[in-house]
């Protein structure tokens, strides 16, 4: 069973940064993909960003150019580092990781706590 923890989410003025952090465990890290995902108050989650095990990457054009995803194999964590935060990115961010198919539609039955970012002046 795969288990996640993220953390480093917080309230930042627009413009400022976050780094968000999603420890994994009971899954073999270095082979699969993982992805960072975002739920909004009313909306549905989305995809924000995708790191493969190969270390390739892919962004939600609303975050394309801003934020950037990268992974430790050694410490089994995956990273999200936000900048020019703009308030629409207020969400509870979530990390999720299993096959690519799974992670690109967010196929999963279990997710961990998420951790909120607040957006705003």
């Known amino acids: 069973q795969v288990q996640l923890v993220e953390s480093g989410g917080g309230l930042v003025q627009p413009g400022g940064s976050l780094r968000l952090s999603c420890a994994v465990s009971g899954i073999i890290f270095s082979i699969n993909a993982m992805g960072w995902y975002r739920q909004a108050p009313g909306k549905q989650r989305e995809l924000v960003a995708t790191i493969t095990h190969g270390g390739s990457t892919n962004y939600a054009n609303s975050v394309k150019d801003r934020f950037t995803i990268s992974k430790d194999n050694g410490t089994n964590t995956v990273y999200l580092q936000m900048n020019s935060l703009k308030p629409e990115d207020t969400a509870v961010y979530y990390c999720?990781?299993?096959?690519?198919?799974?992670?690109?539609?967010?196929?999963?039955?279990?997710w961990g706590q998420g951790t909120q970012v607040t957006v705003s002046s």
């Open positions: 999720n990781a299993g096959p690519w198919s799974k992670v690109v539609r967010a196929d999963f039955g279990s």
